[in-house]
């Protein structure tokens, strides 16, 4: 009988039934050799066929979530950790991911629930030093295992039956099934999390598992896409090195909503949610304390909406090319609007540096903040302050008029609940004007803006 063979790349584990000069995957040359199959795998059980049911006759349950103590966590995923899901946690090196995920444990574990974290990048000691260091007691019912062996932490499992793993990471775990292929390699991290998939999704004895994805030069989770497209949840932690802001961000959820974001302060003593982001991205001043280059709108992170305040910087250039610098947005959208301002607004800047920032450092993803950064770079330029109760929510087109924006009724009843006075609003754009503290202000041209607020 004649064996089966592939031909594998050497570099990446692409396997081809036919030879190739060049990797299609990783566009290395010379790098595929022919494998025999039954050298590289164990033959395939037989597995019991399940039945066909029609899907109006499938009992339908609802998934329990378990809650945890941090508020931030349990809104990105939706509400809770679901049983039996598996979710991957992303981000640049040192951001937070192992940190969270031992919080987490721990607080599960005072819950009565049994841990199982393993690690195929860190000793026991070294957990234990960083347990040691972010939390205040270290619960009994977790335990540790620092192995890269997935047989070994699938036997594991199956002894101590605990109802939550953690697997940091994926990158470095491999099945003995597949010998020809090292740790990290597309084959081994897939063949990985499909083992941990079905502990998860066992009916019988369902199980959380939490997977710790390394994260590639490109800010994007290592390996190839069906990683994602395999499991539940994938999170990603953002955030700079050097600040203590770190944002939890779900890019898929099947249990909760994509795009939603929490918020955490990273501590000495680890991740601290930030349970009322709008008073950390705002700065309280009293009314006699007014700055120039300053305003406040509303956006949504994911469904919630949060004031943000939005400052800037205009000085005279002394050079022919003067600086426009924003640490919050696309540098061309800021020239699109340093434009409109200068065209539609009258506020020449040709000879003036521009910097724009935002308190806390959070990033402008949609367009319901542009009337606040135009408003914020002409408060800047006439050394004129904006009366801090005062909320700016509209998109500006190139023709000076204000545009409409999503979700308007939700940012007015957040700023409401915060207690500002004026809100400046797109005209024709909302049909409730009953607030509590909120005056409307429904306006068409950035030009009567400039009046209103500038006299």
Known sequence: MKKKSVYRCKNCDYESIGYMGKCPMCNSWNSLVEVNLEDGRKPKRAGERKAVKKLGEVEARNSSRIETSLKEFNRVMGGGIVRDSVTIVTARPGAGKSTLLLQVSNDLAKKGYRILYASGEESESQIKDRANRILKDIDEKIWVMSDNSMDNLLDTVQEMDPDFIVVDSIQTFALESFP????????QTMECAHELVKIAKNQARPRAVFIVGQMTKEDELAGVRALEHLVDVVLVIEGESGEELRTLLATKNRYGSTGEMGFFNMTEIGMVSIDNPSEYFMTKRDREDLVSGSSLTVVREGTRPIILE?????????????????ECMRKDQLNTLISILEQRGGIKLFDKN???????????????????????????????????????????????????????????????????KRAIVPHGSISKKNYDNLRIYEIKSLRDVIRLVFN
């Open 180 to 187: 020809s292929s090292r740790a990290g390699s597309p084959t």
């Open 354 to 420: 521009v910097v724009v920032k935002t308190t806390g450092g959070i990033k402008l993803k949609e367009n319901a903040a542009n009337l606040a950064v135009i408003m914020s770079i002409a408060s800047s330029t006439f050394d004129f302050p904006i009366p801090n109760d005062t909320i700016f929510l509209a998109d500006v087109g190139l023709t000076g008029e204000l545009k409409k924006v999503p979700s308007l009724d939700l940012r007015l009843r957040e700023a409401d609940r915060i207690g500002f």
């Open 310 to 326: 939005i400052e800037s910087l205009v000085s005279d250039s002394f050079t022919p090319y003067p600086s426009r610098i924003a």
